[in-house]
């Protein structure tokens, strides 16, 4: 099989062109998503313009709360005592009428085996209108993207919808309460937080040997995001770190630090120009 060889990674073809198995000297071989190699992204909460209104940007994500394992529900039932103190008055509302529960019973993705977090003041709801508008902003997007070089978070000469819910965790300050405690009692943040919130955008699986981009990635926030815009040179005059950089806590975290140095070497190579795909991937073809 045709493969590259460095001295810190071997780069082998997977299935699709759109992917590359690269290896680490001591034989972990993670199947990756080549889009990932050259993006850039950074989470940075921050305070954005909108309206003529200072909001926090984790408003404009965790609008909707996450899905999350039974395992990691349970963990947070426990310290939910402490948590609460934490939470906006909303939240700790809902919470009292519905018994501490935090998640939505009947919101479960049988496919991943994930409940999804409440929102606060209500359930945040999904309807197929919803999904058809977005569909046709999305498309709008896209184009009238084509021609957008403004350095704003968002365009502030127009008027958006804001998110009218949040996650239950996300505090006034536009802060994670889970991330904020498991920093206030010195606990690993990167372990023990919601497996999705610790690894957006990316799409972390060591289950299946897996690393790419979380479906629909760049459609899931409810306004455009310098961390999420489609305009690279952008946000590269932003300053904006590689995503394999940035993110490389919850990629060493998931895996190891020489997979992630291996992953990193081949990206060096990758955005050089030094990786021949086509000899890589001749005998697919
Ligand atoms: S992912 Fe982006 S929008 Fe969300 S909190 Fe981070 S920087 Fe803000
Ligand atoms: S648990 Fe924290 S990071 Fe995850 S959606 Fe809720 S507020 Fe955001």
């Not at 993670?30 to 909108?50: A, G």
């Not at 300050?173 to 372990?191: F, M, P, S």
Request: charged share 35%; hydrophobic share 30%; glycine share 2%.
């Amino acid at each position: 099989m045709p493969s590259i060889k460095s001295k810190k990674y071997i780069a082998k073809p997977s299935d699709s062109r759109e992917w590359i198995i690269i290896q680490s000297k001591s034989g972990l071989a993670v199947d990756t998503e080549l889009s990932i190699i050259d993006y850039h992204f950074d989470c940075q909460p921050k305070l954005v313009e909108v309206n003529g209104e200072k909001i926090y940007c984790s408003q404009l994500c965790c609008y909707a709360g996450c899905y999350v394992s039974e395992k990691k529900i349970k963990k947070v039932e426990e310290i939910l005592p402490k948590i609460k103190p934490l939470l906006q008055k909303d939240s700790i509302d809902l919470l009292e009428k519905v018994n501490d529960q935090i998640i939505v019973p009947e919101d479960y993705d049988k496919e991943e085996k994930l409940y999804k977090t409440r929102t606060a003041p209500e359930e945040w709801e999904f309807s197929d209108e919803d999904e058809e508008e977005d569909e046709e902003e999305d498309t709008n997007e896209s184009e009238s993207l084509e021609n957008d070089t403004k350095d704003d978070d968002v365009n502030e000469d127009e008027d958006h919808e804001l998110p009218q819910n949040h996650c239950i965790f996300l505090t006034d300050k536009g802060l994670c309460a889970l991330h904020q405690h498991y920093n206030d009692e010195g606990i690993n943040w990167v372990k023990e937080k919601f497996n999705i919130c610790v690894c957006f955008p990316l799409d972390i699986r060591p289950q299946d040997k897996t690393l790419a981009f979380m479906d629909d990635f760049d459609s899931f926030m409810f306004l455009d995001v310098d961390c999420m815009s489609k305009d690279e040179d952008k946000k590269i005059k932003l300053g904006m770190p590689q995503i394999i950089d940035s993110m490389k806590y919850a990629i060493v975290n998931r895996y190891n630090l020489e997979w992630w140095e291996a992953l990193s070497a081949f990206s060096k190579d990758y955005r050089a120009g030094k990786i021949d795909l086509d000899e890589i991937y001749k005998e697919f073809e």
